[in-house]
């Protein structure tokens, strides 16, 4: 059997617990431990479908499993049950062995935070994906030649991710809803329906998650439930057409190297009542400005603000993997 040095790691770690969870069963034909370890050569390889991943299996003597079995094991929610609880645990494990890695350590205002930088990423459809009407305008219906305003398209599949921003470590926090007349799920919904557990990442009680999130987080009230009643913070863009008032401007040091480029830092509210802070910062190099909002207190340095958008960018370097090294553009079942 083939095995690649990142495959051995992964398999040295997921043993134990991990592999044999509350949800693991016995089965003759695809045991689970037999059933993950196929998932991780699937991810691994460079195969496009998983018929040619299957037919590699069998020449490079990876698994001489069936077709049929193979396709069922990933229709199984049974299944699904068990690879999420491994990835718990073996998160969890991993985390524990990554602690040493904070990269943020040195920034004593962030102790008590866990740093997440959190998206959503497309896939293209599976195969057997179901097929949804889409409606399209009368032009398109008469240049296609088409009777009534609706034609019949698969959708894309949003996965919505968090990366560890003091260590790099990845998790998955849902995938988003489609059928009937919903085209794509929006950003804020899928937080919103997600338990605070989830959101948190099972973060233990006690310390406070920021989630770093691009401008389709932005849902100012939500933010507020989330701060008081969970302990989950929000730093975003500003959108050009948000209506803020200033109604206060906490000092900062202007002589401090990490708030360097730093133009204001004010606390500004909406006409529900609801207060957030702004900063505003111009790039030294590119004189570019950008608009910051938070619900992170005054405590947290301006600059430290800018740090971790900028570091935002870690989960966008995550999927460019995901598509380009891994190869994972399509789904692959329904």
């Known amino acids: 059997m083939i095995q ?12 134990g617990d991990i592999m044999n969870n509350k949800f693991s069963r016995q089965c003759s034909e695809v045991p689970d431990s037999d059933f993950i370890q196929l998932g991780l050569h699937r991810v691994l390889g460079e195969d496009k ?30 299944r699904l049950d068990h690879l999420k609880e491994a990835c718990h645990l073996l998160s969890q494990k991993i985390n524990t062995l990554l602690q040493h890695t904070d990269r943020l350590e040195s920034i004593k205002e962030l102790v008590g935070f866990e740093i997440l930088g959190s998206d959503g990423s ?33 959708r894309s599949v949003q996965h919505f991710y968090s990366i560890n921003l ?44 920021l989630h770093v999130y691009d401008r389709a987080s932005l849902d100012f009230p939500q933010w507020i439930k989330w701060k008081n009643n969970d302990g989950i913070y929000f730093l975003s863009r500003e959108k050009s057409n948000t209506a803020l008032k200033i109604v206060g401007q ?13 133009i204001s830092n004010d606390t500004v509210g909406t ?61 692959w079942a329904s």
């Open 4 to 15: 690649t040095d990142v495959f051995k790691k992964f398999i040295e770690l997921a043993t």
């Open 166 to 209: 003091r260590t790099k470590m990845a998790h998955h926090l849902t995938v988003a809803q489609i059928g009937g007349d919903k085209q794509k799920e929006h950003d804020i919904h899928a937080l919103k329906r997600l338990d605070k557990n989830t959101l948190r990442l099972n973060i233990p009680k006690g310390i406070k998650v």
């Open 271 to 331: 006409g529900n009542g609801e207060a957030f802070r702004r900063i505003v910062y111009q790039c030294p190099e590119t004189k570019e400005i950008f608009s910051f909002l938070t619900t992170l207190s005054d405590s947290i340095r301006p600059g430290v603000i800018v740090i971790l958008y900028k570091l935002r960018w870690e989960i966008e370097k995550l999927f460019d993997s995901f598509k380009n090294k891994l190869e994972e553009k399509k789904a």
């Open 250 to 262: 906490p000092p900062y040091d202007k002589n401090d190297p990490v708030n360097k480029g730093v």
């Open 122 to 154: 497309y896939h293209d459809w599976a195969c057997h994906d179901e097929k949804f009407a889409k409606k399209i305008t009368k032009d398109q219906a008469l240049s296609e030649k088409r009777v009534d305003a609706h034609k019949t398209s698969k």
């Open 49 to 78: 479908s998983g018929r040619a991943f299957l037919q590699r299996s069998l020449l490079e003597d990876i698994s001489s499993i069936e077709l049929t079995h193979f396709f069922k094991c990933l229709k199984s929610k049974r």
